[in-house]
């Protein structure tokens, strides 16, 4: 039976694995975390996506998922990771492991590239003068899932930091919660679908949200227990938390893989 690899095991790289095996391939997830899921293992909000689940997190979609890979029988190595590819006719691909086993090699006709994407804004940490410190203090988060946690305490006041789908999704629902939210976006106008702007505009009107256009944050401040942040029109806000919803980019990188390769995003 062909072995096909899969290199990463979120819903993306189950789902193929899935097919493959309904085709008759022997598919072999190998995941880096120590279980399956992806970014939706992560995320605590609602995935409207997937027929039949209208209330489901991502998180539960994920776990349902994962159940239904182990009933399938699909082979998953956890805490492995790719070391290197070598093509000479067969690919061989050497995996490497978190506690300490053997790399293993294994042949086969095709890999799977199925690495899924992540939320930008490590550079934006880097770039904004006490980012990183005030991240490493619960203060500033990269992507949504912090704040969407049952029982997280939220404070008053939370500045969402892009203009995108997600900026303005998870906006709505925090200010749902009571939750005061200010959108700092650098372009001047939405990128996000205008039903998701457009839900947000009853709270922009009771106050519990404010969209600030044609702005970015130029630096990042202690103030007490709370955040000043400073924008590059010179004015301030003092808030609770930071959220960077920047978007995704892909995290093939993660990848060792040669530049040979003949590879493609799954």
Known sequence: MPIVPII???????????????????????????????MARASPYPNDGLLGRPRATARENAAEFARHIEQAGVETWLGAWPQRIRNDGTFQLDVAFADGRPARSLPSQAIVIATGTEFRGEEWLDEIANAR?????????????????????????????????????????????????TVVMRSGAPHARPQLVDALRPHEATGKAKVLADRAVAALGEAGNRVGVRLDDGSELVVDHVVLLLGYRPSTHQACLPAHAHHHQA
């Open 8 to 38: 990463g095991g979120g819903p993306a790289g189950m789902s193929c694995a899935l097919w493959l095996k309904n085709y008759g391939l022997k598919p072999i997830i190998i995941e880096r975390a120590t279980a399956l899921g992806g």
């Open 133 to 181: 410190q005030l991240a490493a203090a619960g203060r500033v988060h990269l992507g949504p899932a912090a704040v969407g946690e049952p029982g997280t305490d939220l404070g008053s006041h939370i500045a969402v930091i892009g203009g995108g789908d997600n900026a303005f999704d998870v906006s709505r629902m925090l200010a749902e919660k009571g939750v005061t939210v």
